[in-house]
Nanobody
Framework: VQLQASGGGLVQAGNSLRLSCAAS?????TGWFRQAPGKEREFVAA????????HYADSVKGRFTISRDRAENTVHLQMNNLKPEDTAVYYC????????????????????WGQGTQVTVSS
């Protein structure tokens, strides 16, 4: 599975961005992770295709929404009310496995990764 991420950019705090992750094949779970300078990569959100379920990190709940376009095999991450602490390189990831909930929060559970896309939020 090859992943192509797009949609990053520079915005002011309070504004929105939408990231997209287009996949070349079917995935069991598609997730978004982010990594800020000097910090470890962290889970942001994930979509489980078979269960049609969405999962979020506490830090983005109520602000970010993950959605899917089945026809396009694409997952979107709508990010609203962005904060400076959301600044990071965002990576989409996928696995063909059907992950159980605790596992999908872990980056090691994902087999395929897209290139990162920079999101910068200014105060």
């Amino acid at each position: 599975v090859q992943l192509q991420a797009s949609g990053g950019g520079l915005v002011q705090a309070g504004n929105s961005l939408r990231l997209s992750c287009a996949a070349s094949g079917r995935a069991g779970v598609t997730g978004w992770f982010r990594q800020a300078p000097g910090k470890e990569r962290e889970f942001v959100a994930a979509y489980r295709w078979s269960a049609n379920s969405r999962h979020y990190a506490d830090s983005v709940k109520g602000r970010f929404t993950i959605s899917r376009d089945r026809a396009e095999n694409t997952v979107h991450l709508q990010m609203n009310n962005l904060k400076p602490e959301d600044t990071a390189v965002y990576y989409c990831a996928a696995t063909t496995s059907r992950l159980i909930v605790p596992t999908l929060f872990q980056s090691v559970a994902y087999d395929y990764w897209g290139q990162g896309t920079q999101v910068t939020v200014s105060s």
